[in-house]
């Protein structure tokens, strides 16, 4: 898979995605990820990527100008052009697994107040945030996209580690679990999970996945 990402802090970049597993996708060319600044498709003087809203109204936008010329310059006929806002549609596992599947995604994060409207109707084939909450750029949720597609590329994750999206795809939360020791500052790990009675295991994470989902999720509970 290829990933292109747009964005004006190419900086935040450099150190999330150079560690642990998606550095170790990239170095096996499972992951071919470049990072552009947008700055570069500019040709002013003072680089200009941002402008007044029309009407009035509070903060700054970004000017269709450079978006135009870099996405067009970026992307392919197969290309998915995503854009990364508090307004788009929520990013979640499902969705992970829907773009683990495409060739070539184009990653174009803003900051202020937005998008100028035209590159939302002209160049974006979708817009995702990743929750309700303002962030000061989409760099975060750009690196928050591409870790939860990368691992879930093939080759990417071991046997062990694939395991781990087990509670998710159940539709229910982690049940609680324990390593050694199995007293540790007087708190024991539960009686069952050292039982080796594997149906009394299987039934205790069970209804402990469906307790904590009530307490934290009962929007996950039918
Ligand atoms: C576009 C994404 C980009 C519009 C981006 C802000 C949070 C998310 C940005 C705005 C972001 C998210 C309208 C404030 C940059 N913050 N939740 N900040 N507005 O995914």
Redesign the pocket.
Known sequence: MKIDVLTLFPAMFAGPLDESIIQRARKAGLLDLKIHNLRDWTHDRHKTVDDRPFGGGP?MLLKPEPLFEAIEALRRETTKVI??????RR?EQAIARELAGQTHLLLV???????DERVRETLADDE???????????AL?AMVVIDAVTRLLPGVLGDDESSLDESFSQGLLEYPQYTRPAEFRGMKVPEVLVSGHHAGIERWRREQAKLRTKKNRPDLMK
């Open positions: 903060g854009l990364l806002s508090p307004s788009g990013f994060t803003g900051h202020y107040e937005g998008f995702l945030s990743i929750g309700d909450f303002v962030l000061t750029n989409g949720p």
